[in-house]
């Protein structure tokens, strides 16, 4: 095991990312902030460089059960098929749920496609008595979350 003298500085950045995720992850941890979710996202898919499309399901109390890359796609664009997302969620028994993609051009601005998909994951959802808590998009500052701005 080498010291932390002796790490590069990407290694330093895989291991403090492993850091984060085990924490958030592992240890309960309510995501009861937009801060926390922001950073978290940031972390988890500031640096794709294509559009991923993720879950973190959440159990009754909004503690993480599972953070999920659940659809890749290209430089502008992912396919997200709602009835793959109800599946994993069920298979997590998950009461909540966020859903986050980035953008790799780093502008944050919602397209029609985004809110279009957002609208069909809530209704599907919906059916299944899951709540959707938020949809951000990660890009270059903070992440967008279509909560705060009205559109959830």
Do not use: C, W
């Not at 500031?46 to 290209?74: D, P, S, W, Y």
Request: aromatic share 8%.
């Amino acid at each position: 095991m080498k010291l932390l003298s002796e790490l590069s500085e990407q290694e330093l950045i895989e291991e403090a990312k492993n850091i984060l995720y085990k924490r958030m992850l592992n240890e309960g941890k309510e995501l009861d902030s937009p801060k926390a979710v922001r950073d978290y996202l940031h972390l988890a898919l500031g640096e794709e460089e294509r559009e991923v499309f993720a879950v973190i399901f959440l159990n009754n109390r909004h503690q993480v059960i599972e953070f999920e890359k659940m659809f890749f796609g290209t430089i502008d664009s992912s396919a997200v098929y709602p009835r793959e997302i109800a599946k994993a969620a069920l298979k997590h028994n998950s009461a909540a749920l966020i859903i986050a993609h980035n953008h790799p051009s780093g502008d944050m601005t919602p397209s029609n496609a985004d809110k279009q998909i957002t609208t069909r994951i809530v209704d599907a959802m919906g059916l299944l008595d899951i709540r959707v808590l938020d949809h951000f998009i990660v890009g270059n500052d903070s992440p967008y979350s279509f909560a705060e701005h009205g559109l959830l």
